[in-house]
């Protein structure tokens, strides 16, 4: 169902917007007559104050109508769809807090099973290295200390390719879903400010940022003095007219 009339029916014209035109209209002629200030003389400036007055207020009324239709909307809106969205985002919320609890379990599991292969691996390349270096002074037996040089040092490196092949990262993967692991990311702490900021006081990201703080401060005490004798040395106080 909708308030559009159909065809032969007229709708007056909406009073906020023919305002908003005429006045348009007004300043158009205005501007025809007057649009460079060749013409203009002190009673061209009142109409000129006039028109500007009257085109902002007929502005502000239709604007004020705009926003109040963007609330009323809004309303209906959130009536609608707020109570079914806060619910799902609730339940969403919930499958959140224990999936990411099973990744942290499963990423402490992950990490302590890489570490067992990775200290494995170590500890059987330094065997290997023992055996070898005594299969070289075996005079007794060198072809038995050579092969068991041999199958120690393949033990090695078969527990160091177990060891570089193991996950290193918890997944959620599998019938058909995305796969989903903890989000990794890097971040940066400021622990010793002077020592951070002779290594950045170079940097444009900091030579802009300490400009915009300090044109902010020179504002700021500029609106506060109201006296250019007060400026400190490179800065200027002045008034702006407008």
């Known amino acids: ?16 917007i023919a305002a908003v035109e005429a006045e348009s209209d007004a300043v158009t002629r205005f501007l025809k007559d007057h649009g460079t200030l060749d013409t203009w003389d002190a009673d061209t ?8 007055t009257d085109v902002t207020k007929a502005c502000e009324a ?3 109508r ?9 309303a209906l809106q959130d009536k609608k769809y707020s109570p079914p969205l806060m619910l799902g985002t609730a339940a969403k919320a919930a499958l959140d807090r224990l ?9 402490e599991r992950v990490q302590r099973e890489a570490a067992a292969a990775a200290e494995r691996a170590k500890k059987l390349a330094d065997e290997a290295a023992k055996i070898v270096a005594k299969a070289a002074q075996n005079k007794k ?6 092969l068991a040089a041999q199958e120690a040092e393949q ?8 060891a570089e092949a193991a996950p290193t990262r918890a997944q959620i993967k599998g019938g058909g879903v995305r796969t989903t692991s903890l989000a990794v990311r890097w971040d940066g702490e400021i622990t010793d400010f002077k020592k951070a900021y002779a290594h950045y006081r170079s940097h444009p990201v900091v030579i802009q940022a300490v400009k915009d703080a300090m044109q902010r401060l020179a504002k ?21 007219v407008g």
């Open 99 to 107: 999936r990411k609890g099973w990744l942290q379990r499963e990423q």
């Open 1 to 16: 169902m909708t308030d559009t009339p159909g065809p032969g029916h007229n709708l007056p014209p909406d009073p906020l």
């Open 45 to 52: 400036a009142v109409r000129c104050q006039a028109l500007f």
């Open 141 to 146: 037996d060198p072809l038995g200390a050579q």
């Open 155 to 162: 033990r090695a490196r078969e527990a160091q390719a177990e």
């Open 66 to 74: 705009r926003l109040q239709e963007g609330r009323d909307f809004k």
């Open 62 to 64: 239709l604007d004020r």
């Open 220 to 240: 700021m005490e500029a609106t506060a003095t109201k006296d250019p004798n007060l400026a400190p040395p490179g800065v200027r106080y002045f008034t702006v």
